[in-house]
Nanobody
Framework: QVQLVESGGGLVQAGGSLRLSCAAS????????VGWFRQAPGKEREFVAT????????YYADFVKGRFTIFRDYAKSTVYLQMNSLKPEDTAVYYC??????????????????WGQGTQVTVSS
């Protein structure tokens, strides 16, 4: 079983940046498709970005294109979400999740098998 650990959340002013990290405890995220999702209070969990480990293909939600970048570090077996030009509406708990690379691309939300506990991102206006 893969246990995912997110880190890097915090409080930032609008226009600022944060970098979130996603690593696995006990195993590695290498080889998986890794996605980032977020959930704001009272809202459903929504897709943000995903990356296929092999080949590095990426896919983004429209509302983060040009602001967020997902990338992987082979040496650290870690996936990052670089978030720039943050807006108050980006405030949410951010989760990373893994999907088997054999799934269709990009995987749907329910095709992700393992999820982290989340990290809070708060953007003040």
């Amino acid at each position: 079983q893969v246990q995912l650990v997110e880190s890097g959340g915090g409080l930032v002013q609008a226009g600022g940046s944060l970098r979130l990290s996603c690593a696995a405890s006990g195993r590695t995220v290498s080889g998986y498709t890794v996605g980032w999702f977020r959930q704001a209070p009272g809202k459903e969990r929504e897709f943000v970005a995903t990356i296929r480990w092999s080949g590095g293909s990426t896919y983004y939600a429209d509302f983060v294109k040009g602001r967020f970048t997902i990338f992987r570090d082979y040496a650290k077996s870690t996936v990052y979400l670089q978030m720039n030009s943050l807006k108050p509406e980006d405030t949410a708990v951010y989760y990373c999740a893994t999907a088997d690379p054999s799934k269709a691309w990009p995987p749907g939300k329910y095709e992700y098998d393992y999820w982290g506990q989340g990290t809070q991102v708060t953007v003040s206006s």
